[in-house]
Structure formats: structure tokens, C-alpha cells
């Protein structure tokens, strides 16, 4: 699988951030101004302005200035290609674990029938 890893570096970075998380919980839900999602944080403006910073570089929130007010939305698609990558790692545990339970039935068996 072929994956831009400074995308999905910066993805991941994004979401180790449980306000980063919240954020993109709330954007989910539709688009937002930058001072409605900064509402229910205790931190300031500034800060809350880092957060979404970080989220944009990773693009998983775009910004859209209209007049003086920045209307922020979500986009899924780095977390696809992030979901993706974790999903690789999933099958190959899965086999992983099927081969194993396989070879665990097997000796089970030579041990019942010895």
C-alpha cells in the first residue's frame, strides 16, 4: 500500500489531541465559526486557534473567510486514508491470530488422539 507518510504523520500527530478530537466531534455535526467551536473549552481563543492550526495543516478541517468571521468544516479524508492504514495492520493480525489458532486445534487434537 502506497500512503503519504508525512500526510498520515500529520493525521495522526492531529489526532493525539483529545481538544483536537473534540473539535472534529463538534465538526462532524456540521460547519462552525471559529468562536462557536471555541465555546465549551476552557482555554482562549488563541489557543483554540492553535488546535484548529494543527488540524488544517493536517487538512482535516478547512477554512473559509467570510468577511471577518472564519467558518471552519470537516474533512474526512485523511482519516480515511489513516483508517486505511490501520485497517492493513488489522488483517494482518487477524491471520496472524488464525494461524495461530489453527496451530493451537491442531496440537489440541495430536494430543487427543495420541
Known amino acids: 500500500m502506497v500512503m503519504n507518510e508525512a500526510g498520515l ?48 495543516r493536517a487538512d482535516l478541517v478547512r477554512r473559509e473567510v467570510r468577511g471577518r468571521e472564519h467558518h471552519i468544516s470537516f474533512n474526512g479524508g485523511p482519516l480515511q486514508e489513516a483508517s486505511d492504514w490501520i485497517e492493513t495492520y488489522r488483517n494482518f493480525w487477524n491471520q496472524r491470530l488464525d494461524a495461530l489458532e489453527a496451530y493451537l486445534r491442531k496440537q489440541k487434537d495430536e494430543k487427543n488422539d495420541g
Open 9 to 56: 504523520d500529520r493525521t495522526m500527530i492531529a489526532l493525539s489531541d483529545p481538544t483536537r478530537r473534540a473539535i472534529i466531534a463538534r465538526l462532524v455535526e456540521g460547519e462552525a465559526r471559529v468562536t462557536e467551536i471555541a465555546e465549551p473549552f476552557d482555554m482562549s481563543l488563541n489557543a483554540v486557534s492553535k488546535h484548529l492550526r494543527i488540524l488544517e
